[in-house]
């Protein structure tokens, strides 16, 4: 599997999302640390349990590597399904189970990897910039320090579910046989699990979560059930 994965990294030329990821990052830093001066204001209110810069940090990090995890299985996949290169992929002599779950891994790692590098570079730069800007200390960080383990577990778990529950985005555009659905219905998770509408939001909404999750696993489990005896279409 892990030689599968390495492939498909050379074949789809995945160098050029580490670029984009790269360019996203330094997107998301320059608009925090242009409005930490109004976030620092409000610093004592928490949203989510986290402050207004923390909170701000997530979001837009988790918007921008749902999308691109949607994008890159739209790539990948969908786009294969629709220009008929997936036949050339399944004449190989290896299953095409393991072919469609070496993709879809590679997608999951690289955003994983991605989001949660992303989350920490930004922190990281904030602390560093914070005597400049005039961010008060545990504005950012959770009691200013990065001792709390906490901290990262919240980091690695929130990171593991946004780039997970952007697989329901795959059911969408395979049965519609469609990047463009896929893409849109990405879309619409990342306002639901990102977005509210007055005091009415879903974020950290535990059933919601295990619900997307849920429906997620059967995106995947639809994806590579019978593929074996599937025709490609």
Known sequence: MWKLMKLEWKKNNMKKYVGKAAVVTVIIFLMIFATSGELNEVETVEIYGKSMIGAGVDMFANMAFMLCTAAMLSSLIISAYQNKTMNLMFSYP????????????????????ALVLCKLLVYGGLVLVSPLAHIAAGAVLPGGTWTDMSFYINMLVNSAIMVSVSYTALLVGMRMKSSKAAIVAACIVMLLTQGNIGSFTLIYNIPFYTGLVVLSAISVFSCVHGVETRDVV
């Open 94 to 113: 290896i299953r095409r189970q393991k072919i469609l779950l070496s993709q879809m891994l590679v997608v999951w790692l690289f955003n994983f990897c």
